[in-house]
């Protein structure tokens, strides 16, 4: 071997050792911020050594990306820093709503722009979006300045490239199918601890859907259906003809009401916490008086969506990709089977109210695959009053479940979710908001922060309590259902509750027609067949399928067999619905009522274009000609805008718009007449 040759392998091999040593220090970068602690880091590196190695294997692959280029020390420089940023993203993330950074989360960017200023002041949105740009300036500048390397082999490197990562996708597959790893999607906080974030980071890439289990086939779906079916009552019901008039009487079909309630769960359960009074009676007093029990959830700290859905559809999450929002993904080209859709033959109309924006994890066009038939969002209600994060306040919704209620012929499915307790809760004092003392929390919290949740908890609380007495006096039967959509964004334990699972809220059954429900300890996905199965009502493949397994809930082979059929009905043949999907998106109308115009006019005395017209808001806007033009909200009859005189026959219509400028829905066109 000639002199030339040695010094080339010489350096192949101490360039080989630099990047390896590199990424160890990036994995143990990462991991610092992943577990947040050094004793924790520590007690990672003991536990699970093999699965360090794994994760300094996956990032020396990326290093090896760089080899490709000839600009290969600014490539590796970009891949440093883009783990780096990763690892410190993570840290972020779970900080505000426990939860780690997974690759599902680009697909939420646009939503999480929209509330970035809770969780940030505007100075320091400017510093980091500033760093950001400044970062990327001189990521680009060093990339196009970095001198170029000799003659180099490229086939030669892409090869080694394509050829280890093929390695580490091999021993990935050989970890999951040897059960070494053992990835609970459960538990995301759980799983991303213990096998490291470059590891589960990057398994989020490729993990969507679900994937078709090996026992699937038209034939087993078909064995489903018949072992799950009374022969009196088929799968799909038709619809009737005629809707079921409103008597209190009629028990058998009361209205049903849902409220699902932003990051609420019995705080009690809080080992050693007091409280200088109880912070929620109301939901104390249904717990004690009332059917109440465990709901396991599938999110924490954040993933109100996924609880929805969990609920609204009677499909388990666990079975989609990690991180994964079904609203997001499948459901942005399919309808799915629903409570909505099930009880639609019954009479009833099922209508979404949530005192957030509209557009939030894409509601306004999901809502429609899911089956609703109107949604309520903040943009359609008036009297809105805001808490110090601005999130609305949820005593309007009182009025909007009633609302919504009266203006139906037949029965009513209410789906509700509340926002006021959201997150990020500061940790400095919030004037107003100190009714509840918190005495002790047994180190379990940040106190400051504990305090402002628990005060909004308490106001949460008396929303439920003048829930509950306005539909008491209504001449209608009807079955209120609450629940928690996961546990706040407190840093909270497993260890610090008594429950001992982050992922336990608590549900109550209400009524006011004295019917005696049963409230056992269940899945989200698992709680509508079972509210459902008491009243009678058993329309649906999954409805059926949950109230006939209702006894062997934690049986393996019923999870199993729902897997498959979640995967029959979203991925598969559709086999249990004899081959063709039998629900259709709705025609999804924003607002218990609709917006309406009944005429404009242009005053040239003083400049002002008014409208007149039924349910405007102060997110409705006059569009003049194809254009917004601003106009004042003064009541929800009137609204007018000062413009330059339009032309003769202009056209004019009133839109709803989300606070990102988009237009939910709108009136039909006026002209304007001569002036």
Same mark, same amino acid.
Not at 206 to 211: F, L, N, Q, T
Not at 476 to 505: F, K, N
């Given at each position: 071997?000639?002199?030339?040759?040695?010094?080339?392998?010489?350096?192949?091999?101490?360039?080989?050792?630099?990047?390896?040593?590199?990424?160890? $220090?990036?994995?143990?970068?990462?991991?610092?911020?992943?577990?947040?602690?050094?004793?924790?880091?520590?007690?990672?590196?003991?536990?699970?050594?093999?699965?360090?190695?794994?994760?300094?294997?996956?990032?020396?692959?990326?290093?090896?990306?760089?080899?490709? #280029?000839?600009?290969? &020390?600014?490539?590796?420089?970009?891949?440093?820093?883009?783990?780096?940023?990763?690892?410190?993203?993570?840290?972020?993330?779970?900080?505000?709503?426990?939860? +780690?950074?997974?690759?599902?989360?680009?697909?939420? @960017?646009?939503?999480?722009?929209?509330?970035?200023?809770? =969780?940030?002041?505007?100075?320091?949105?400017?510093?980091?979006?500033?760093?950001?740009?400044?970062?990327?300036?001189?990521?680009?500048?060093?990339?196009?300045?970095?001198?170029?390397?000799?003659?180099?082999?490229?086939?030669?490197?892409?090869?080694?490239?394509?050829?280890?990562?093929?390695?580490?996708?091999?021993?990935?597959?050989?970890? @999951?199918?040897?059960?070494?790893?053992?990835?609970?999607?459960?538990?995301?906080?759980? *799983?991303?601890?213990?096998?490291?974030?470059?590891?589960?980071?990057?398994?989020?890439?490729?993990?969507?859907?679900?994937?078709?289990?090996?026992?699937?086939?038209?034939?087993?779906?078909?064995?489903?259906?018949?072992?799950?079916?009374? %022969?009196?009552?088929?799968?799909?019901?038709? +619809? !009737?003809?005629?809707?079921?008039?409103?008597?209190?009487?009629?028990?058998?079909?009361?209205?049903?009401?849902?409220?699902?309630?932003?990051?609420?769960?019995?705080?009690?359960?809080?080992?050693?916490?007091?409280?200088?009074?109880?912070?929620?009676?109301?939901?104390?007093?249904?717990?004690?008086? #009332?059917?109440?029990?465990?709901?396991?959830?599938?999110?924490?700290?954040?993933?109100?969506?996924?609880? !929805?859905?969990?609920?609204?559809?009677?499909?388990?999450?666990?079975?989609?990709?990690?991180?994964?929002?079904? =609203?997001?993904?499948?459901?942005?080209?399919?309808?799915?089977?629903?409570?909505?859709?099930?009880?639609?033959?019954?009479?009833?109309? *099922?209508?979404?109210?949530?005192?957030?924006?509209?557009?939030?994890?894409?509601?306004?066009?999901?809502?429609?695959?899911?089956?609703?038939?109107?949604?309520?969002?903040?943009?359609?209600?008036?009297?809105?009053?805001?808490?110090?994060?601005? #999130?609305?306040? /949820?005593?309007?919704?009182?009025?909007?479940?009633?609302?919504?209620? /009266?203006?139906?012929?037949?029965?009513?499915?209410?789906?509700?979710?509340?926002?006021?307790?959201?997150?990020?809760?500061?940790?400095?004092?919030?004037?107003?908001?100190?009714?509840?003392?918190?005495?002790?929390?047994?180190?379990?919290?940040?106190?400051?922060?504990?305090?402002?949740?628990?005060?909004?908890?308490?106001?949460?609380?008396?929303?439920?309590?003048?829930? @509950? /007495?306005?539909?008491?006096?209504?001449?209608?039967?009807?079955?209120?259902?609450?629940?928690?959509?996961?546990?706040?964004?407190?840093?909270?334990?497993?260890?610090?509750?008594?429950?001992?699972?982050?992922?336990?809220?608590?549900?109550?059954? #209400?009524?006011?027609?004295?019917?005696?429900?049963? $409230?056992?300890?269940?899945?989200?996905?698992?709680?509508?067949?079972?509210?459902?199965?008491?009243?009678?009502?058993?329309?649906?493949?999954?409805?059926?399928?949950?109230?006939?397994?209702?006894?062997?809930?934690?049986?393996?082979?019923?999870?199993?067999?729902?897997?498959?059929?979640?995967?029959?009905?979203? =991925?598969?043949?559709?086999?249990?619905?004899?081959?063709?999907?039998?629900?259709? %998106?709705?025609?999804?109308?924003?607002?218990?009522?609709?917006?309406?115009?009944?005429?404009?006019?242009?005053?040239?005395?003083?400049?002002?274009?008014?409208?007149?017209?039924?349910?405007?808001?102060?997110?409705?806007?006059?569009?003049?000609?194809?254009?917004?033009?601003?106009?004042?909200?003064?009541?929800?009859?009137?609204?007018?805008?000062?413009?330059?005189?339009?032309?003769?026959?202009?056209?004019?219509?009133?839109?709803?718009? $989300?606070?990102? &400028?988009?237009?939910?829905?709108?009136?039909? +066109?006026?002209?304007?007449?001569?002036?």
């Amino acid at each position: 071997m000639n002199d030339t040759r040695k010094k080339a392998l010489r350096q192949i091999v101490s360039e080989t050792w630099a990047m390896l040593l590199l990424s160890v $220090a990036l994995v143990l970068f990462v991991e610092f911020f992943n577990h947040r602690t050094f004793a924790k880091l520590i007690a990672f590196l003991q536990e699970h050594p093999w699965m360090f190695l794994f994760n300094v294997q996956i990032i020396f692959n990326t290093f090896l990306f760089a080899e490709i #280029w000839s600009r290969r &020390g600014g490539v590796r420089l970009v891949v440093m820093i883009s783990w780096m940023a990763l690892g410190i993203t993570n840290y972020l993330v779970a900080s505000y709503r426990v939860l +780690p950074f997974t690759t599902r989360d680009f697909f939420l @960017i646009h939503d999480g722009l929209k509330m970035i200023t809770v =969780y940030f002041s505007w100075p320091e949105i400017i510093f980091m979006f500033g760093g950001i740009a400044l970062l990327f300036a001189a990521i680009a500048l060093l990339l196009l300045k970095w001198k170029k390397r000799g003659p180099f082999n490229r086939l030669a490197a892409l090869t080694v490239f394509l050829l280890t990562t093929a390695a580490t996708l091999i021993v990935g597959k050989v970890l @999951i199918e040897t059960h070494f790893v053992d990835w609970d999607k459960t538990s995301l906080v759980a *799983a991303f601890r213990s096998y490291g974030f470059p590891y589960s980071f990057t398994y989020t890439f490729a993990d969507m859907g679900i994937p078709k289990p090996d026992e699937y086939s038209e034939k087993l779906v078909e064995e489903i259906a018949v072992d799950i079916k009374d %022969p009196n009552v088929p799968l799909i019901v038709e +619809p !009737e003809a005629t809707l079921p008039p409103k008597t209190r009487f009629e028990a058998q079909t009361p209205n049903i009401v849902y409220v699902q309630l932003e990051s609420f769960f019995n705080v009690h359960s809080i080992l050693d916490a007091k409280f200088s009074e109880d912070p929620i009676p109301v939901f104390s007093d249904l717990m004690k008086n #009332w059917p109440s029990g465990q709901l396991k959830v599938p999110s924490v700290g954040g993933g109100t969506a996924n609880t !929805e859905f969990e609920v609204l559809s009677g499909m388990n999450l666990d079975y989609f990709g990690a991180g994964e929002y079904p =609203y997001n993904t499948v459901l942005q080209d399919t309808t799915c089977e629903t409570v909505c859709f099930n009880l639609k033959p019954l009479g009833y109309t *099922a209508t979404a109210i949530h005192n957030y924006m509209g557009t939030f994890y894409g509601r306004n066009t999901v809502y429609s695959q899911l089956g609703f038939d109107r949604f309520v969002s903040q943009e359609y209600m008036n009297g809105l009053s805001f808490n110090a994060l601005q #999130w609305a306040k /949820d005593g309007t919704l009182t009025g909007e479940v009633l609302k919504a209620m /009266d203006t139906t012929p037949g029965r009513d499915f209410v789906f509700t979710v509340t926002v006021q307790s959201h997150g990020k809760y500061p940790s400095t004092p919030i004037e107003g908001l100190d009714r509840i003392d918190v005495t002790e929390c047994g180190g379990a919290v940040d106190p400051a922060m504990f305090k402002n949740y628990v005060n909004e908890l308490n106001e949460v609380d008396r929303f439920v309590g003048e829930l @509950i /007495d306005a539909l008491e006096e209504l001449d209608e039967p009807i079955v209120l259902v609450l629940y928690g959509d996961h546990l706040p964004a407190l840093g909270l334990e497993d260890s610090q509750l008594a429950c001992g699972d982050m992922y336990q809220t608590t549900y109550a059954i #209400w009524n006011n027609f004295g019917m005696d429900f049963e $409230a056992p300890d269940l899945q989200a996905f698992q709680l509508t067949a079972n509210v459902l199965g008491q009243l009678g009502v058993e329309n649906g493949a999954l409805m059926h399928f949950h109230q006939h397994y209702a006894a062997d809930a934690d049986d393996d082979n019923y999870l199993a067999l729902l897997r498959v059929l979640e995967y029959d009905m979203l =991925y598969g043949e559709l086999a249990i619905y004899e081959g063709a999907n039998p629900y259709q %998106p709705t025609a999804l109308q924003m607002g218990s009522v609709p917006i309406a115009l009944t005429g404009a006019e242009y005053d040239a005395s003083v400049g002002t274009l008014s409208a007149r017209g039924e349910n405007f808001t102060p997110c409705s806007d006059i569009v003049l000609n194809g254009a917004r033009v601003n106009a004042l909200f003064v009541d929800e009859t009137h609204l007018i805008a000062k413009i330059d005189r339009p032309a003769e026959g202009s056209e004019v219509y009133v839109g709803q718009f $989300a606070p990102g &400028g988009e237009e939910l829905s709108r009136t039909d +066109p006026v002209k304007l007449p001569g002036n």
